[in-house]
């Protein structure tokens, strides 16, 4: 969500002139191997020609939903074959695609991309402008923020899949079994969390031993604007208001022992969340599908409230979401495109997709009672989608993440990440996450102020 919540404007400039200054450095050492791809050109038409057509291409995916996708779009078109590949989340993605990419040969014809990550690979003249394919049309068909990420002055680098507004996904049973309600606050989300582990010891509120992307969500959440740009210019101020208030406020839970220190995503995780020692999640509201697919003895079990809040008032963040794009080694572009378009565009992809849990970006389903209103088996009958298209109205305005933001995550847990392991302040390891931050910065070729 890199540059989701500025203006359109500041966000175009921005990325003009933030693609000059990393002429340098890291991202250019990734745009180097280019060869053997292509540099744009196409058109809509070429996109028909090439479906029917037919030909192979790979998709990189971790989604739920890929799979079923996938074989839907092979039965609309069966000259074409898609070979689905899931190289890992996020930022273990990401490192195989950079490899690739600095090799020159190796990436996929289609990737997953989060929206904060989709400046850095765009400004390493990774990715194709898909706008010569006619992409540009499809602007009204999604909401404006995840539009915004994957549109840089008028270039189309993607189509956005999802978005992730947060909430609270909590174990309504474990909550239950030990008198506690959904929290509304921070203090009372504190308080559940030392009623649940004196109760029973082998419970946790949640689970975290240091996540950048929750890190910056959650200072997102409460009114942060750690980082700013305007061209070459950056500022990184990771001890602002709001960046102090996550981080006393979660301190609580770090030096209390109050978090669970299973890693996020493994298998003890899931694990946790089916047996109830893991009781909540404070997430994107992509979760869903996630948790039907991969703890599927908690169905029944979990419900989604609003996300705890500092003074009880609405007010949330986005926490991943993204889209997908075709990078520049595809060798049939044109095709990349058509299967891309059908993923994020067509009916009945987009169907397939909220049937897996993910929450849309399109306008048209955000806003359609049968998504809205549907009852949810494995939440216990509860239309949770009541809750989180509500949060997406409540996101906090203003916040932007950095353009080089995938390298910033890369280096979190050598920083921000120590504080879990020793109990200690969270606020010292903000600050040396600031202090490689601005180094790197301007060894990229920014200005860089703190």
Not at 164 to 171: I, K, R, S, T, W
Not at 288 to 303: M, R, T
Not at 314 to 340: I, R
Request: glycine content about 12%.
């Amino acid at each position: 969500m890199t540059f989701m919540r500025k203006g359109t404007a500041v966000r175009r400039t921005v990325f003009a002139v933030a693609a000059a200054a990393l002429s340098v450095g890291a991202l250019t050492a990734c745009s180097g191997g280019n060869t053997g791809g292509t540099t744009g050109g196409g058109s809509a038409d070429d996109i028909e020609k090439a479906l029917e057509a037919g030909g192979e291409i790979t998709y990189w995916s971790w989604t739920p939903s890929a799979e079923a996708q996938v074989a839907a779009f092979q039965a609309k078109y069966p000259n074409v074959k898609v070979n689905l590949v899931n190289a890992g989340t996020n930022t273990e993605e990401y490192t195989k695609l950079q490899n690739a990419i600095k090799a020159g040969s190796g990436a996929p014809d289609v990737v997953q991309i989060e929206y904060y990550a989709f400046p850095q690979f765009a400004l390493s003249d990774s990715l194709l402008d898909l706008a010569p394919y006619g992409f540009g049309d499809l602007e009204s068909a999604y909401a404006s923020g995840p539009w915004g990420a994957v549109d840089f002055d008028g270039k189309i680098y993607g189509l956005p899949q999802d978005s992730g507004p947060m909430a609270l996904f909590y174990n309504k049973t474990v909550f239950d079994q030990y008198g506690i309600t959904a929290p509304k606050t921070w203090d009372e989300y504190y308080a559940a969390a030392q009623k649940l582990h004196a109760a029973d010891p082998t419970k946790y509120i949640t689970a975290d031993t240091g996540d950048s992307g929750f890190t910056t969500s959650m200072i997102w959440q409460a009114g942060g604007t750690p980082f700013k740009a305007d061209g070459t210019n950056v500022t990184i101020d990771l001890q602002d208001a709001g960046s102090k208030k996550f981080a006393e406020n979660w301190n609580r839970l770090i030096e209390g022992g109050l978090l669970s220190s299973t890693p996020s995503w493994s298998d003890e995780w899931f694990k946790g969340l089916g047996d109830g020692s893991i009781a909540s999640l404070v997430i994107g509201a992509w979760m869903p599908g996630v948790l039907e697919s991969s703890v599927k003895d908690g169905a029944g079990n979990w419900a989604v409230a609003p996300i705890p809040t500092y003074d009880g008032k609405p007010a949330t963040a986005e926490n991943g979401g993204g889209g997908q794009a075709v990078t520049k080694q595809s060798k049939n572009p044109a095709l990349a495109a058509g299967f891309l378009k059908w993923l994020n565009n067509d009916e009945e992809s987009l169907q397939i997709f909220a049937e897996s849990g993910g929450f849309p970006s399109t306008t048209a389903q955000l806003s359609d009672p049968a998504f809205v209103d549907k009852k949810s088996d494995y939440f216990g009958g509860q239309a949770i989608n009541q809750v989180l298209t509500e949060a997406s109205g409540d996101v906090v305005k203003g916040f932007s993440y950095l353009p080089f933001q995938v390298y910033a995550n890369s280096i979190y847990g050598d920083t921000v990440g120590q504080a879990y392991s020793t109990k200690g302040d969270l606020n010292e390891g903000l600050k040396a996450w600031q202090e490689q931050l601005v180094t790197y910065g301007n060894d990229q070729g920014f200005s860089v102020n703190k």
